[in-house]
């Protein structure tokens, strides 16, 4: 059964750090892209990183610089490190897979939340307070 499953997410003070972690399992273990969106109350869920197949990554403008995307694939776990933190950041973080993408899609194309993702996470909550 593909699965996704978060963790790491928490409360922390303007300018603090979180890593989060998501594991999967099943056939979302083998997405050809695996990524990062958040959702904030009262807001449209955006994507905030994401990481192909090949190694490639995207990031939205707002991370850039502060956020990183990496996988072990050895424990079929990516991870968000974030770095920086803003209350702006202020979210609920959800990992997402897709199974497959098309010629000319590649992590940008999974951020700009034009594709549908054929797997998702439950979320964690991450609060920067100010």
């Known amino acids: 059964q593909a699965q996704l499953v978060e963790s790491g997410g928490g409360s922390v003070q303007a300018g603090g750090s979180l890593r989060l972690s998501c594991l999967a399992s099943g056939k979302a273990a083998d997405s050809a892209s695996m990524a990062w969106f958040r959702q904030a109350p009262g807001k449209k869920r955006e994507g905030v990183a994401a990481?192909?197949?090949?190694?490639?990554?995207a990031y939205r403008d707002s991370v850039k610089g502060r956020f990183s995307i990496t996988k072990d694939d050895a424990k079929n776990t990516l991870y968000l490190q974030m770095n920086s933190l803003k209350p702006e950041d202020s979210a609920m973080y959800y990992c997402?897979?897709?199974?497959?993408?098309?010629?000319?899609?590649?992590?940008?194309?999974?951020?700009?939340?034009?594709?549908?993702?054929?797997?998702w996470g439950k979320g964690t909550l991450v609060t920067v307070s100010s």
């Open positions: 997402a897979g897709i199974w497959a993408l098309n010629d000319g899609e590649d992590a940008r194309t999974v951020i700009s939340g034009t594709l549908s993702m054929d797997y």
């Open positions: 990481r192909d197949i090949d190694g490639i990554t």
